[in-house]
């Protein structure tokens, strides 16, 4: 099965300063038809005027990441102890998050966060992600994930279950990659039948196995073997993708 959500129907939450791009359920927006993908429970664009972003809110037992598109996110994030040791040793985790870097945080047993355009005179876009993670009320962790080199073309794994090959160590049987493609360039993924995937278009224009996709469109495969072929169009293309547990 191919599911298509294109960027036209996401529902759209404005508020102070900012504007949120909802492509399941969350917040302001409720669509009983899409209400996540297996683990992938939400996944946001936010757009941020200088100052103005998410309130503060809370979050457990949940995966948050943060990607950063265009400008820097500054962000709050109070726990426990050991989750501020990240940021030294307090219980309160700040820092700034900019342009193609990924942020973590496995919420937990609980955590308060806030994000925000940390910029004084520049716009703020970035994808926030929430993943169902396959335990319960673990500590508080936080980890960030450096943005690939410049010359790197090919699918940059950002994120895994093991931390493997330079990926964020994560509470979910996932694998998130990202790419940047120059024009006309073509990535190749195999596709397992027993896995979900999930395909974000972040910018330009591109093609996925014979089907066009614009900026913010996306696709997922539920029980699909062969590949995903993806190819850019005439000015290059970022793009996101899920490796998930299937639906149920």
């Given amino acids: ?106 919420a937990g047993h609980g955590m308060r966060h806030r994000a925000f355009n940390a910029a004084a005179d520049a716009p703020l876009r970035f994808l926030q992600i929430w993943i169902q993670p396959d335990r319960l009320n673990a500590r508080p962790a936080y980890a960030l994930s450096a943005a690939p080199a410049a010359g790197d073309r090919g699918w940059a794994l950002r994120a895994s279950r093991d931390g493997g090959e330079g990926g964020l160590p994560v509470r979910q049987d996932l694998r998130l990659s990202t790419a940047t493609l120059a024009a006309g360039a073509a990535l190749r993924c195999a596709l397992d039948v027993g896995r979900g995937y999930w395909l974000q278009l972040v910018s330009g224009e591109a093609e996925a196995n014979g089907r066009a996709l614009a900026a913010g469109d996306a696709l997922g495969w539920v029980g699909e073997s062969g590949e995903l072929a993806l190819t850019a169009g005439d000015h290059g293309a970022q793009a996101l993708l899920l490796e998930l547990p299937p639906p149920a």
Avoid: C, K
Wanted: charged share 20%; proline share 3%.
């Fill in 1 to 106: 099965m191919i599911i298509q959500r294109l960027s036209r129907e996401r529902g759209r939450v404005p508020a102070d300063g900012s504007d949120s791009l909802h492509t399941f359920s969350s917040g302001g927006y409720y669509d009983p038809a899409w209400m996540g993908f297996g683990a992938l429970r939400v996944l946001r664009e936010v757009r941020a005027a200088p100052g103005a972003g998410l309130a503060v809110h809370r979050h457990a037992n949940m995966d948050v990441f943060s990607y950063v598109l265009e400008g820097a996110m500054g962000f709050e994030g109070v726990a426990g102890s050991e989750f501020g040791e990240a940021a030294g040793g307090d219980d309160t985790a700040t820092g700034v998050v900019r342009a193609g870097e990924l942020q973590w945080l496995g």
